[in-house]
């Protein structure tokens, strides 16, 4: 999510056109996912190889690879789905504040799961996405002036 609303950031702020942005982001949406499944389902079988001696993929490979393809999917929607309800000067701040929104959400899941504090969970998570949405929209607004 982090990335897709990075990347969708800094194509809003070089004005193209809204058709361009969604276009942009389906397509991440769909790499991104399939990147991270297949890294996934390669790291995993790799370390069970390692570890076993074996070189068949586990069945659970196969459904954390799937799980990671259908959570990267759904999240990369939350940057992109304001672009498709409203025009690209409204849709930019809904979606990085939606985005935030999220990543704070998310940092209070993990913080919940391993029992560690959930504010300073939320805000880490908050801040660190925060900031890889600036690079996206710096890039964006620098580069398009040229």
Do not use: C, Q
């Not at 942009?24 to 890294?39: D, K, R």
């Not at 990267?72 to 025009?87: A, E, H, K, N, R």
């Not at 504040?97 to 799961?113: E, N, P, Y």
């Amino acid at each position: 999510m982090v990335s897709t609303v990075g990347l969708l950031s800094g194509i809003a702020l070089a004005t193209v056109p809204a058709k361009t942005i969604f276009l942009t982001g389906v397509v991440l949406i769909f790499v991104e996912a399939f990147s991270m499944s297949a890294g996934s389902l390669l790291s995993e079988s790799s370390a069970e190889e390692y570890a076993s001696g074996t070189h068949e993929p586990a069945k659970n490979n196969i459904v954390a690879a799937a799980i990671m393809f259908l959570s990267y999917f759904v999240s990369g929607f939350i940057p992109l789905f304001p672009y498709i309800l409203w025009p690209v000067d409204l849709a930019l701040p809904v979606s990085i504040v939606a985005s935030v929104v999220a990543l704070f959400a998310l940092g209070l899941v993990s913080a919940t799961l391993s029992n560690t504090n959930l504010i300073k969970s939320g805000v880490r998570m908050a801040v660190i996405g925060g900031m890889a949405i600036a690079v996206g929209a710096i890039a964006g607004a620098v580069i398009s002036r040229f």
